[in-house]
């Protein structure tokens, strides 16, 4: 639990119902590690297929309603969104500007390598276990994805947390746009 974590459920809000794990973080400011599949979804060009046409109106609906968030990025990101179509590299580069970025710090590097063994995921998972960890060393409150095969998965989620917490570390919240606008928005 994060400090003062338990006062804070205490607290009486006039609020919507208790959500799971994270709900709190609607009443704060919140740390914000934005993965690579943000950006791209941010300015990728309008599409036909509908599941990527919701990502992408999601995604700008956050990005929309993001004022006030502590966002933050990395290097990795950076170097991820500048791989591919020059056109479409150099947009989502743009949308990194003015992003802080987290260090790539060697505490980060081993308890990648950590996820990465510890949940036994393929080696093809290491900048994913990478975003996981430069997000929970550095203290972010969610890390916002849509990578679910191996960030947002719920499968994997409990797994992760109970990494964090056997070193120390309480987790970031692990989700999509979708998911955090709906913690975000007012309830019917």
Avoid at 22 to 51: H, N, Q, V
Avoid at 133 to 149: E, G, S
């Amino acid at each position: 639990m994060q400090p003062g974590i338990d006062a804070v459920r205490t607290q009486d809000f006039a609020s919507p119902p208790l959500k799971p794990e994270g709900w709190y973080i609607r009443y704060r400011m919140k740390r914000i590690y934005l993965e690579t599949s943000i950006f791209g979804y941010l300015t990728a060009r309008p599409t036909r297929d509908l599941t990527a046409a919701a990502m992408q109106e999601w995604t700008q609906e956050w990005w929309d309603l993001r004022a006030g968030q502590a966002l933050f990025s990395s290097e990795l990101v950076s170097q991820e969104a500048s791989a591919g179509d020059p056109e479409a590299a150099s947009r989502r580069v743009l949308a990194l500007e003015g992003i802080p970025f987290l260090a790539i710090s060697d505490e980060a590097i081993a308890f990648a390598h950590r996820i990465r063994q510890e949940l036994k995921l393929s080696e093809k998972s290491g900048a994913d276990c990478l975003h996981m960890a430069i997000a929970t060393v550095h203290k972010c409150d969610v890390l916002l994805t849509w990578n679910c095969k191996h960030i947002a998965n719920a499968v994997l989620r409990p797994r992760f947390d109970t990494l964090c917490r056997l070193h120390g570390w309480e987790p970031p919240l692990l989700c999509t746009p979708a998911q955090l606008l709906e913690w975000e928005t007012p309830d019917d």
